[in-house]
């Protein structure tokens, strides 16, 4: 078995300064009473896997890291420590490679920058009066903002249009901030060409779908004439 890999420096940095022990779930909550076989993940082990040179390791960190952010339909209290590696894993060239436990036509950076949309979708911007666990974790990422929104945007010109889409739904959910507003503007002529793009091939695609709503949305909620720019299945005024 290929030894662990070295990390990027940003990475490795999140890795020691975070307190993953002080992040693992309550007494009780380290097992799915529905999934007899999951274990909660050692993510200080599982995290630096995700670039580990034998596809089947590369695999099942993935899984492993996204069940140890994002169990049960719920934000944890690891979620923002993980998206932060995530976001300081995504210029590592060896993120390119297809992983294959979600789909394999899509690239390991693709991946990281999908579930950090849904980290972010979920943790940041629930409602008012949500489940207290997760306002807490959309607490934790407030001061980290600014260099999430720095990780995704050098991703937003990839040469990959499906990790550009995704890279572009995370900076519009970051730029939500009203300490990132200085990004907005740049953001709306690259989430018009996108959502006039019409470039899935399945209109009812959940992926395409949630992209597609998230962009309307977002422009909608900057005050931006959205005529013409959703499609039929898309409807006016509802979030993601």
Avoid at 1 to 17: D, E, F, H, Q, R
Avoid at 115 to 128: K, M, N, Q, V, Y
Avoid at 140 to 164: K, W
Wanted: proline share 12%; glycine share 6%.
């Amino acid at each position: 078995m290929p030894s662990p890999p070295s990390l990027p420096a940003a990475a490795a940095a999140v890795l020691v300064a975070t307190d993953w022990t002080a992040l693992r779930p309550a007494a009780g909550f380290e097992t799915c009473p529905e999934c007899p076989d999951w274990v909660y993940p050692d993510l200080p082990a599982v995290l630096p896997d995700l670039v580990h040179p034998d596809v089947a390791t590369r695999e099942r960190a993935l899984s492993d890291a996204v069940g140890g952010a994002f169990h049960d339909l719920a934000p944890t209290r690891a979620t923002a420590a993980v998206t932060m590696f995530f976001a300081a894993l995504l210029p590592d060239p060896r993120t390119a490679q297809m992983v294959r436990p979600f789909d394999p036509t899509r690239s390991l950076r693709c991946e990281l920058l999908i579930w950090t949309g849904e980290f972010l979708a979920d943790a940041i911007w629930s409602p008012p009066g949500g489940p207290p666990g997760v306002r807490a974790v959309g607490d934790r990422f407030h001061g980290v903002r600014p260099q999430l929104f720095a990780a995704v945007a050098e991703h937003l010109d990839d040469p990959d249009p499906r990790t550009r889409d995704n890279a572009l739904s995370c900076a519009l959910l970051l730029a939500g901030d009203r300490d990132l507003a200085a990004h907005r503007d740049p953001l709306v002529p690259r989430a018009r060409r996108f959502l006039a793009d019409g470039r899935d091939t399945d209109p009812n695609a959940d992926m395409d779908y949630e992209l597609r709503s998230r962009a309307l949305e977002t422009l909608r909620t900057w005050g931006h004439d959205t005529t013409g720019l959703g499609r039929a299945d898309e409807i006016p005024g509802t979030p993601w």
